[in-house]
């Protein structure tokens, strides 16, 4: 059980473009996502927290209008990447927490290599 | 004061060796200290974690050893084998609901 799933596993756009990656949690339902960006070897940093029915909230330093995130259900949430440009390019991981099952452990998604040329 | 700070950087054992890893905070609200594993191109996995309310926890061969008054805890795995060869990372989280702070990231490697 609780299981986290991304997609696409990997995607490859142009400068400029827009990306959206969708995180669902699927044997559960997720009051939380968290979405967080990690460059190679290094940690994981959060970007924002993401609440089912409301605004997410932004860490300090990420702009919340190129990193838009809708959570619109109890099992999705989306994170799309605005004009995105090279330096975008990290590995986006998503995860959700069960209220039910857990009100500490957070469930994380495999993750979406972003590559933008 | 809401950093955790992890150690060493990286790490190479033998098979059948005994890897520690560190971390340490100074957010005494700090109440739940999970550890992650990562292996290269996937999502983090939760492989253990402990309340402050106890000192020691096991789970086959992972233990966390917690320290309140130190305010460090760390993970050993035991009997290491080539398939522990990942990324670990400790993180923190203050109350329940709340966001994890996570550690730099330990990279382990055991040889066979």
């Given at each position: 059980?609780?299981?986290?799933?991304?997609?696409?596993?990997?995607?490859i756009?142009?400068?400029?473009?827009?990306?959206k990656?969708?995180?669902?949690?699927?044997?559960?339902q997720?009051t939380?996502m968290f979405?967080?960006?990690?460059f190679?070897?290094?940690s994981l940093?959060?970007m924002a927290t993401?609440?089912?029915?409301?605004?997410a909230t932004?860490e300090?330093?990420?702009e919340k209008?190129?990193f838009?995130i809708?959570h619109a259900?109890?099992?999705?949430?989306?994170?799309t990447?605005t004009s995105?440009?090279?330096?975008?390019s990290?590995f986006?991981i998503c995860?959700?927490r069960d209220?039910?099952?857990?009100s500490?452990?957070?469930y994380?998604?495999?993750?979406?290599?972003?590559t933008?040329t | 004061q809401q950093?955790?700070k992890?150690?060493p950087?990286?790490?190479i054992?033998q098979?059948g060796?005994i890897p520690i890893i560190?971390?340490?905070?100074e957010?005494?609200?700090?109440?739940?200290?999970?550890w992650y594993?990562q292996?290269?191109?996937?999502?983090?996995a939760l492989?253990?974690a402990?309340?402050?309310?106890?000192?020691?926890k096991?789970e086959?061969r992972?233990?966390?050893?917690?320290?309140?008054?130190a305010?460090?805890f760390s993970l050993?795995?035991?009997?290491?084998?080539?398939?522990?060869s990942?990324?670990?990372f400790c993180?923190a989280?203050?109350?329940?609901?709340?966001?994890l702070?996570?550690?730099e990231g330990?990279q382990?490697?055991?040889?066979?």
């Open positions: 059980g609780a299981v986290v799933s991304q997609h696409p596993s990997w995607v756009c142009k400068s400029g473009t827009s990306v990656i969708e995180c669902r949690s699927l044997d559960f997720a939380t979405w967080y960006r990690q190679p070897k290094q940093m959060l993401s609440n089912e029915g409301s605004k932004y300090q330093g990420v209008d190129k838009l809708n259900s109890l099992t999705l949430s989306t994170l990447v995105a440009h090279p330096e975008d990290s986006y995860s959700a209220p039910h099952r857990s500490y452990e957070q994380f998604g495999p993750g979406t290599r972003l933008v | 950093q955790v992890q150690s950087q990286s790490l054992v098979k060796g560190n971390c340490a905070y957010n005494t609200a700090f109440d739940y200290f999970p594993q292996f290269p191109g996937k999502g983090p492989l253990i402990i309340r402050p309310d106890v000192s020691e096991k086959g992972f233990t966390i050893s917690f320290n309140k008054s305010k460090q050993h795995i035991m009997d290491s084998q080539p398939g522990d990942a990324t670990y993180a989280s203050r109350a329940s609901g709340s966001r702070t996570f550690g330990t382990l490697t055991v040889n066979p």
